[in-house]
């Protein structure tokens, strides 16, 4: 059996990285919220490849099908799935890892034992997954990111907004369970999204997740861009909401429970036994977005639009 990953990195210059980020396509990231800090990382810090993991030992291709061109009678290229751990340098010049790409599919156990081998052997002591989960929230407010990990005792004080769930587990939740049985600060970090943007590119969301890494982590990560690219899109959003009343009635609906909750969220003194974000009508609501979405699903609405971006 090949080996499930291949080091490029030359083995005589010394690294010394103890963060490990991780983000995996696939899984829930409700506004592409971890998919846009992958790339705001990639695109402004310095990097390289450290190793690159087998694919085709992962990943199942019929499931998550790779998208191919066909030109003129001629199939003329093919985008195949990546999974990657690289190497970065953050603003002051400190080592980190980022390890991102195509969620796998099988193997699990060995996937995290790869993962593990690697990040403890080069001094890892902290590991960090960034998602974005849809929420009953508004827009035009902060996002809150909620905090989760093995080592609770060093997360922000927070309220417990989810109590006790079951759910269909996740590489990213999977990771960041089996670091922390290892010794790691392993945790993960995930933007509330609003609900009505979830499938569209939110970079409000990923400003606030490498935000909410800094403040774990203590590392310099470049957020401006984002910031700059929220600002945008939610004047977007805005403009888009403000032709519609229903769609601008949801919103400050959402804007009023908001306002009521944050103090009491801020204190810490949020009931996990009903609701924390219970709209009057989740159903009228859900439907007069999607005729919404349907009625401007002609693709005006650009790049950064209701109904466009990559899926969350």
Do not use: C, K
């Amino acid at each position: 059996m090949r080996p499930l990953f291949t080091i490029q990195h030359p083995a005589d210059q010394p690294i010394s990285p103890r963060v490990l980020i991780h983000h995996f396509e696939g899984a829930m990231d409700a506004g592409n919220a971890g998919a846009l800090a992958v790339d705001q990382l990639l695109m402004t810090l310095p990097s390289e490849r450290l190793a690159t993991f087998d694919v085709d030992a992962l990943v199942d291709y019929r499931a998550r099908r790779p998208t191919m061109t066909f030109v003129h009678n001629t199939y003329s290229s093919v985008v195949m799935p990546e999974l990657v751990l690289d190497l970065l340098h953050d603003d002051d010049g400190e080592d980190l890892l980022l390890l991102h790409g195509a969620e796998p599919d099988y193997r699990w156990d060995e996937f995290v034992g790869a993962v593990a081998h690697l990040a403890v052997s080069m001094g890892v002591s902290q590991a960090v997954g960034i998602s974005g989960i849809p929420m009953a929230v508004p827009h035009t407010r902060p996002t809150y990111v909620h905090h989760h990990g093995s080592r609770p005792d060093l997360l922000p004080n927070q309220p417990e907004l989810f109590g006790h769930v079951e759910l269909p587990g996740s590489m990213a939740a999977y990771l960041e369970l089996r670091l922390g049985e290892l010794g790691l600060d392993s945790r993960g970090v995930s933007a509330a999204i609003p609900h009505y943007v979830a499938r569209d590119e939110f970079p409000q969301g990923a400003s606030a997740l490498l935000t909410a890494v800094v403040q774990a982590t203590g590392l310099a990560l470049p957020v401006g861009d984002l910031e700059a690219a929220a600002n945008i899109n939610r004047a977007e959003i805005n403009a888009e909401a403000a032709q519609q009343p229903e769609v601008s009635a949801v919103v400050s609906a959402l804007e009023a429970q908001y306002d009521a909750m944050a103090p009491r969220i801020a204190a810490g003194e949020v009931d996990t036994s009903a609701p924390v974000l219970n709209l009057p009508s989740a159903d009228e609501i859900g439907a007069r977005l999607e005729a919404f979405l349907e009625a401007n699903d002609s693709g005006d609405l650009g790049t950064q639009g209701w109904n466009s971006g990559r899926g969350g």
